[in-house]
C-alpha cells in the first residue's frame, strides 16, 4: 500500500469514529472528545490534499448521523459490442463510463439511467448489476478521505442520441482493443475488459469485493 493510501485509510478511520461517535454521544465531555478526533482528522487530511484545515473541518461537516460508505454509480453501454464512454471536462478530457454519486430519493438503477442520461445524451434501461467494487481495493487514484462503493450496471439504450453536457465534451464507442485515456480515479482499464467479457458471457453472476 502506498504512503498516500495508508494516510487515507488512517484518516477515513479517524473521521468515522469522529462522525459516529458525535451522533451517539449524550454527554458534553464526549462531544469534546469526538471533536477533538475530528480536529486531528482534518489537520492530518489537509497535510495530504490541497485543502487547509478550514475546508477540510467543513468537508466533515457535511457528513452526519452514523459513518458509511458513499455510492458511486456507473452505467456499462454497449452498441455492437463497442463500450459507451464519456470524457470529463474536469479531468482533462480523459475518459470514463458516465454516472457519478447516486442522490437521496432514488433508486439504484434511477440513479445510474439519470448520470447517462444527462452525460452521454442516451436514455437507457438497467438491466443486470455487473459489479460491486471497493474504490479503495480496486486501485483508483487518487485516494479519498471516505470509503467509496462503486456500482457498475449494464444498461440497454432505449432511446436518444450521443450529446455532452457541462460535465462532459465528448460521447463515443469503444472497442476493447482501442480504449483511450481513462480517468483513473473513475474506471480502469482491468474493469473495463471485465465488463466486455461480461457482455460475452450473460450468465455471469455480479462481480463484487
Keep these: 500500500m502506498s504512503d498516500e493510501k495508508e494516510w487515507m485509510k488512517w484518516i477515513r478511520e479517524l473521521r468515522a469514529l469522529s462522525q459516529t461517535g458525535l451522533h451517539f454521544c449524550d454527554n458534553e465531555y464526549d462531544r469534546e472528545r469526538y471533536e477533538a478526533v475530528g480536529r486531528v482528522a482534518a489537520e492530518m487530511l489537509a497535510r495530504c490534499s490541497g485543502l487547509n484545515v478550514g475546508?477540510?473541518?467543513?468537508?466533515?461537516?457535511?457528513?452526519?448521523?452514523?459513518?458509511?460508505p458513499k455510492v458511486d454509480?456507473?452505467?456499462?453501454?454497449?452498441?455492437?459490442?463497442?463500450?459507451?464512454?464519456?470524457?470529463?471536462?474536469?479531468?482533462?478530457?480523459?475518459?470514463?463510463?458516465?454516472?457519478?454519486?447516486a442522490d437521496v430519493n432514488e433508486t439504484p438503477s434511477q440513479a445510474v439511467e439519470r448520470e447517462i442520461r444527462e452525460e452521454s445524451g442516451f436514455v437507457t434501461r438497467a438491466e443486470k448489476l455487473l459489479a460491486v467494487y471497493d474504490r479503495d481495493r480496486q486501485g483508483h487514484v487518487p485516494a479519498f478521505p471516505y470509503t467509496v462503493y462503486k456500482h457498475f450496471f449494464l444498461c440497454r439504450i432505449v432511446s436518444g442520441?450521443?450529446?455532452?453536457?457541462?460535465?462532459?465534451?465528448?460521447?463515443?464507442?469503444?472497442?476493447?482493443?482501442?480504449?483511450?485515456?481513462?480517468?483513473?480515479?473513475?474506471?480502469?482499464?482491468s474493469q473495463l475488459l471485465r465488463f466486455f467479457d461480461h457482455l460475452e458471457h450473460p450468465e455471469w453472476s455480479t462481480d463484487f469485493d
Design 161 to 189: 442520441e450521443a450529446k455532452g453536457n457541462h460535465e462532459t465534451e465528448a460521447v463515443d464507442f469503444f472497442d476493447r482493443t482501442a480504449l483511450p485515456e481513462l480517468s483513473p480515479s473513475r474506471v480502469s482499464r
Design 73 to 101: 454509480v456507473r452505467g456499462v453501454v454497449f452498441r455492437e459490442k463497442r463500450i459507451l464512454l464519456v470524457s470529463e471536462k474536469a479531468d482533462g478530457g480523459r475518459w470514463t463510463l458516465p454516472g457519478g454519486w
Design 55 to 68: 475546508e477540510a473541518l467543513e468537508l466533515q461537516a457535511r457528513e452526519m448521523g452514523y459513518a458509511t
